[in-house]
């Protein structure tokens, strides 16, 4: 799965892995359950609610997409501890080149898992890339039922304000 990326962003968000259907569209958070795009715009980091095929215009407003662990699985509960492990080492490494404001790993148990820093809790970590800070944001999963669209928006929407702050 291509990453979306491109020079200055000010935050490149990273999913988990690909997905099934985003594997087979080619389309990051493809699958029509997602909140991913729909928070994206509540949140005020796109000017309108786009779809997964207009992925491409996102460096435009600053933004790309990017994956832990690049292997499409249908639950990311298939993915080994190892396979986070290697993906937090590669997640690390590109963005050390990317040098984004921003790292927005969307699922604190995946940041725990790539980072193994188990008392990681959604929000600004302590932890840096380089220059790059870091911020755990809640998985838009349809199957993370402990937040809504609404309240994602409202932590996408922290990480907004502090993105523009930089």
């Known amino acids: 799965m291509p990453d979306v990326v491109g020079d200055g962003l000010e935050v490149l968000f990273c999913g988990i892995n690909p997905g099934l259907m985003t594997a087979a569209t080619g389309h990051h958070f493809a699958r029509p359950g997602n909140r991913f795009w729909p ?32 292997r ?40 725990r898992a790539a980072f193994e820093d188990r008392k990681a809790v959604i929000g600004p970590q302590e932890r840096t890339i380089g220059d790059t800070r870091v911020w755990v944001l809640p998985n838009p999963s349809g199957l ?15 990480l907004r304000v502090a993105a523009a702050e930089a």
């Open 39 to 70: 928070v994206l715009h509540l949140s005020g980091f796109t000017p309108r609610l786009m779809k997964p095929s207009e992925q491409g215009e996102l460096p435009s407003h600053g933004l790309g997409i990017t994956n832990v662990v690049a």
């Open 72 to 111: 499409a699985t249908a639950r990311a509960d298939e993915l080994s501890a190892e396979e986070y492990r290697e993906g937090g080492r590669l997640l690390s490494a590109k963005v050390e080149r990317l040098r984004p404001g921003w790292l927005a790993v969307v699922g604190v148990t995946a940041y």
């Open 144 to 158: 993370n039922a402990h937040w809504t669209a609404a309240t994602m928006a409202e932590e996408f929407g922290r």
